[in-house]
C-alpha cells in the first residue's frame, strides 16, 4: 500500500466517552508514527449525527513512514497541513457509524488514504476492534452512601456482621 495518510478513529471521544463525536487523529504516510506515539497527528472532531466537521487541530507532524522501515523527515511546507482532507474525514466518519451499527458497540479504527487508488476508492480499512475504555466502563454511580452502613446495620440486626473496626479501637476510647 501506497499510503499519503493514515490514523485511527474512534466512533466515540476517547477521551470523554461522549457517543454523539467520532474522533480521528492522521499523520503522514503509513500509521506507524501516530500508533508509536512518534509526531502530533492532526485531529479532527466529528458530530456523529449530522457529519459536521466540528474541530481540526493540525499537529506537528515531523516524520512519516513510507515503504521501507525507516522513517523519514516530513518535508517543511506539508508539516503544518492537515493530511486529510474534508471530504475524506466525512467518508470515514460515514464507514465508523456504519461498522459501529454492524458491530453494535464504539469502535476503535485503523485507516489509511492510499494516494495510488482514485479519490473516493482510496480509503482503506486496516483494523476494525471494539472500543475498550469507554465501552467497557462500569456505568453504576462513584459512590452509594448508604450501601456500608446500611450492610451493617442489617448485618448486626441479623449477627452476621461485627460492627466496624474502629467501634472497637482502644485508641478512641477515653
Known amino acids: 500500500?501506497?499510503?499519503?495518510?493514515?490514523?485511527?478513529?474512534?466512533?466515540?471521544?476517547?477521551?470523554?466517552?461522549?457517543?454523539?463525536?467520532?474522533?480521528?487523529?492522521?499523520?503522514?504516510?503509513l500509521g506507524l508514527s501516530v500508533v508509536g506515539g512518534e509526531v502530533t497527528p492532526d485531529r479532527f472532531v466529528v458530530?456523529?449525527?449530522?457529519?459536521?466537521?466540528?474541530?481540526?487541530?493540525?499537529?506537528?507532524?515531523?516524520?512519516?513512514?513510507?515503504?521501507?522501515?525507516?522513517p523519514v523527515d516530513v518535508p517543511l511546507e506539508r508539516r503544518d497541513v492537515l493530511c486529510l482532507q474534508d471530504n475524506e474525514v466525512v467518508a470515514l466518519a460515514t464507514l465508523g457509524k456504519k461498522l459501529e451499527r454492524i458491530h453494535q458497540a464504539p469502535q476503535d479504527i485503523e485507516f489509511a488514504v492510499d494516494e495510488e487508488l482514485p479519490e473516493g476508492s482510496n480509503l482503506v480499512l486496516l483494523q476494525c476492534r471494539p472500543e475498550t475504555v469507554w465501552s467497557n466502563a462500569d456505568r453504576k454511580p462513584a459512590f452509594d452512601a448508604t450501601a456500608g452502613m446500611m450492610s451493617w446495620i442489617t448485618g448486626s440486626i441479623s449477627g452476621a456482621t461485627a460492627p466496624p473496626a474502629h467501634a472497637h479501637d482502644a485508641s478512641h476510647q477515653h
Open 1 to 29: 500500500m501506497r499510503a499519503r495518510a493514515a490514523g485511527v478513529m474512534f466512533t466515540l471521544s476517547p477521551t470523554s466517552g461522549d457517543r454523539s463525536k467520532i474522533v480521528m487523529e492522521a499523520s503522514w504516510g
Open 47 to 70: 458530530d456523529k449525527v449530522g457529519l459536521g466537521i466540528a474541530d481540526r487541530v493540525v499537529g506537528n507532524k515531523i516524520i512519516e513512514y513510507r515503504r521501507g522501515d525507516a
